[in-house]
């Protein structure tokens, strides 16, 4: 078991396609206590039986926030930490200034973010390096990398416990 996580991080999926994706990163957000933000329009309902399958019986756990497109998050939040995370970006998820509440920020899985998005926030844009012959990650596969180095180095690393001790 591992020790409590004080700090807080919102996932936020641009416009997500692919229901066994969301619901996978819906778990997620429940396994790490994050915030799971979802803007619209969604490439499937949020009653489908693939998206609540993925999620299993965490959807109780995970707080949701619906938006209604990105001009609506954007007003809301747009004054944020926010980080975006592309294949476009030009620096590694690594270097990505972590904070405490900051919103990380994913496109749809055929397109990604906007590309007048990635262009008013180049510097807050960052990828994870590939070096196989692919395209791209799977998005809950990516979510997963970036929120799990985001929450290591807001806590310094993590401890781990034997669920004996």
């Known amino acids: 078991m591992s020790r409590a996580i004080s700090n807080h991080m919102h996932v936020v999926l641009v416009e997500p396609e692919i ?8 778990r997620l957000c429940a396994a790490t206590r994050s915030t799971l933000h979802l803007i619209h329009p969604l490439g499937f309902k949020t009653d489908d039986k693939s998206l609540k399958r993925a999620g299993l019986d965490y959807w109780p756990h995970v ?12 007003e809301r939040h ?9 294949k476009k970006g ?8 972590y904070c405490n509440d900051c ?3 994913f496109g749809k899985e055929t397109a990604g973010l906007p590309d007048n998005l990635l262009r008013e926030r ?25 929120v799990y180095e985001g929450y290591k180095r807001l806590t310094g690393g993590f401890t781990w416990q ?3 001790s």
């Open 90 to 97: 030009e620096m590694p998820y690594t270097q990505a200034p």
């Open 19 to 26: 229901p066994p994706n969301t619901g996978n990163i819906a």
């Open 103 to 105: 919103f990380l920020l």
């Open 122 to 146: 180049r510097d807050s844009t960052f990828h994870i390096p590939m070096w196989g012959k692919t395209r791209s990650l799977n998005l809950s596969s990516a979510v997963a990398v970036v």
């Open 162 to 164: 034997s669920a004996s």
């Open 78 to 86: 747009g004054q944020k930490r926010l980080l975006l995370f592309s």
């Open 63 to 74: 707080e949701v926030i619906h938006h209604e497109d990105l001009d609506a998050f954007m």
